[in-house]
T-cell receptor, first 110, second 113 residues
Framework: QQQVKQSPQSLIVQKGGISIINCAYE??????FPWYQQFPGKGPALLIA?????SEKKEGRFTISFNKSAKQFSLHIMDSQPGDSATYFC?????????FGAGTRLTVKP | DVKVTQSSRYLVKRTGEKVFLECVQD?????MFWYRQDPGLGLRLIYF???????EKGDIPEGYSVSREKKERFSLILESASTNQTSMYLC????????????FGPGTRLTVT
């Protein structure tokens, strides 16, 4: 069964809007939560990551919100741009065991 | 910059053929991984290796084997390709002891006819 559940499967946002992608996990041993961004024809690349000792991490327009008690975390993309159109994967890791969500295809319309 | 390269971007093989996918990384990473990516299923781990000649099964190892003779190179082998192995195959590498960021190659789109 999937250890990391990601939603929505696809998302369409207008330019300048906020994109929100949610993930939930089961294994409380996970201690590293990255988000990967994948453009067509490319491999996934690390976008931003968080550890469970903080509730939020922000890098530019990208923010991870983390709720340890609910075992949920989310990616917020502020002021979404057409160049953000890609597939986003959340993941959860414990040591070298990394589990990925199913992915969200984000389309930002100009 | 970390670089993970994969031997082929696109590959078309026939059912029953033996298929080799090769991956090379230049960051002296201990860990290397093979995933397959299918729509709606995300990335599923086939095998990983934490050292030369060491390998561990992932979630979907059936029909696959791997080889790691050198630290920088990790090969995925489909002993007898089948149509249900048509997929995107991604190789990744990382340090063994944190940070756990995995660096991915560009992927190989394999079609088995």
């Amino acid at each position: 069964q999937q250890q990391v559940k990601q939603s929505p499967q696809s998302l369409i946002v207008q330019k300048g809007g906020i994109s929100i992608i949610n993930c939930a996990y089961e294994n409380t041993a996970f201690d590293y939560f990255p988000w990967y961004q994948q453009f067509p024809g490319k491999g996934p690349a690390l976008l931003i990551a968080i550890r469970p000792d903080v509730s939020e991490k922000k890098e530019g327009r990208f923010t991870i919100s983390f709720n340890k008690s609910a075992k949920q975390f989310s990616l917020h993309i502020m002021d979404s741009q057409p160049g953000d159109s890609a597939t986003y994967f959340c993941a959860a890791s414990n040591n070298n065991d990394m589990r990925f969500g199913a992915g969200t295809r984000l389309t930002v319309k100009p | 910059d970390v670089k993970v390269t994969q031997s082929s971007r696109y590959l078309v093989k026939r059912t029953g053929e033996k298929v080799f996918l090769e991956c090379v990384q230049d960051m002296d990473h201990e860990n290397m991984f093979w995933y397959r990516q299918d729509p709606g299923l995300g990335l599923r781990l086939i095998y990983f290796s934490y050292d030369v000649k060491m390998k561990e099964k992932g979630d979907i190892p059936e029909g696959y084997s791997v080889s790691r003779e050198k630290k920088e190179r990790f090969s995925l082998i489909l002993e007898s390709a089948s149509t249900n192995q048509t997929s995107m195959y991604l190789c990744a590498s990382s340090y063994r002891v944190g940070p756990y960021e995995q660096y991915f190659g560009p992927g190989t789109r394999l079609t088995v006819t």
